[in-house]
């Protein structure tokens, strides 16, 4: 470990990210740094023991419907759907590749002097050997548009004030730089996004039970309204109602 020159960007930005331009440029930052990580030679840095990049994407839906069902307490909208939907529509083919496992702006350094690179990339619990398009396709399903709410009700750049959000490119600008970027093809994205959800909401639908036993049910409702959420947008993007 060692001391970075940055900060996490979040929230109302401070200069250079004041302006619209050097917002932009953090986004494409991000999405350099991440297409970067999934292109770096793991076996060369002697990653082999990272992960289990074999049947990686198959163990997925199990593996995160397992969790549900070890503290579910409630049934939950949407959710066998999507299951179902994630099951029979995953791609037949994926690459392998070094992944960060939860890629946003709450977990990158962006560098106060040079707009145009992220300082560091940070909180890597999650980080193994699997398929690298999981991570583009978390910062993508949480980036939020113009008239969108945030995923998961919580805003990350510029607290959600348009004027402090101006020069944020859109997911699709996005997902074009990463394949321009990786050479990966992302055709299936809207797969990995709705993917990236259902495991996001695996995670904090253990918030809801955790509530439910304390018996503050104001926070089960809070954190049960996030999951639902969650769980919409990630079906939003299977049917393609959400791009």
């Known amino acids: 470990m060692g001391r970075v020159d940055g900060f996490t960007p979040v929230g109302i930005l401070a ?16 999405v350099d740094a991440v297409a970067s990580l999934g292109n770096v030679d793991w076996r060369a840095r002697g990653l082999d023991g ?7 994407l198959e163990r997925q839906v199990a593996r ?7 503290y579910r307490t409630r049934d939950i909208p949407g959710l066998d759907t999507l299951s179902n939907w994630l099951e029979t529509s995953r791609p037949t083919e994926y690459g392998v590749g070094l992944m960060h496992g939860d890629y946003s702006p709450f977990n990158v ?11 560091a990339v940070i909180d890597w619990d999650t980080g193994t050997v699997g398929d690298p398009i999981m991570d583009i396709a978390h910062l993508l399903a949480r980036w939020t548009e113009p008239g969108e709410v945030p995923a998961i009700g919580q805003w990350d750049i510029g607290d959600g004030i348009p004027a402090h959000r101006a020069g944020l490119p859109t997911r699709a600008e996005m997902a074009k730089s ?15 996004q709705a993917l990236a959800l259902f495991k996001l909401a695996a995670i904090l639908e253990g918030r809801t039970a955790r509530a439910h036993q304390a018996g503050d049910e104001a926070a089960r409702h809070d954190w049960a309204a996030m999951v639902d959420r969650v769980i919409d947008y990630a079906n939003k993007f299977a049917t393609g109602e959400r791009v």
Do not use: H
């Open 50 to 56: 990272l992960g289990k990049p074999d049947g990686f």
């Open 178 to 192: 990463f394949e321009e970027r990786s050479g990966r093809d992302l055709r299936s994205l809207p797969y990995y």
């Open 109 to 119: 350094m962006a560098s106060p002097q040079v707009t145009t690179r992220l300082a």
């Open 64 to 70: 995160w419907n397992g969790q549900i069902e070890g």
């Open 15 to 30: 200069a250079p990210y004041d302006q619209a331009s050097a917002r932009r440029d953090l986004a494409f930052a991000m």
